[in-house]
């Protein structure tokens, strides 16, 4: 799946094979700098989705790597993260994306709009 930049040309969903894991963490981030507890209790609160420290961490390295999201300064024993400016974009054009195929799939089900 394509998206259209700002610019008019089309660009990746980057996000469309990352997994669920990674775009709730981009959610959760997109308020503001958490660490990885913080981060497993919002995404619990916000999606009713327990991750494991596994997919968790899994998931912040794949990101960082992405540089979707930067690593902080440690406070103590806690690592917080933050997501960048392109970590936003590529999840605007996720859920862009993901509210089209939702519309569309709500139409052929002929369940109206959303």
């Known amino acids: 799946m394509r998206m ?8 990746p969903d980057v996000l469309r094979r990352a997994g ?6 981009l959610i959760s981030l997109a308020d503001g700098p958490k660490h990885g507890y913080a ?15 596994g997919t968790l ?24 993260y ?3 400016a392109a970590g936003a974009a ?5 859920l862009d ?3 089209r195929v939702s519309a569309a799939g709500r ?3 002929r369940l109206g709009g959303v």
């Open 4 to 11: 259209s930049g700002r610019d008019g040309r089309t660009e």
């Open 20 to 25: 669920e894991a990674s775009v709730l963490i």
């Open 39 to 53: 981060l497993i209790q919002d995404i619990k609160e916000l999606a009713e989705v327990e991750l494991g420290p």
């Open 57 to 80: 961490y899994g998931a912040l390295d794949r990101l960082e790597r992405l540089e979707l999201i930067e690593s902080l300064p440690a406070d103590d024993r806690r690592h917080p």
């Open 82 to 84: 933050r997501i960048t």
């Open 90 to 94: 590529a999840l605007r054009a996720h």
């Open 97 to 99: 994306s993901l509210e």
């Open 107 to 109: 139409l052929r089900l």
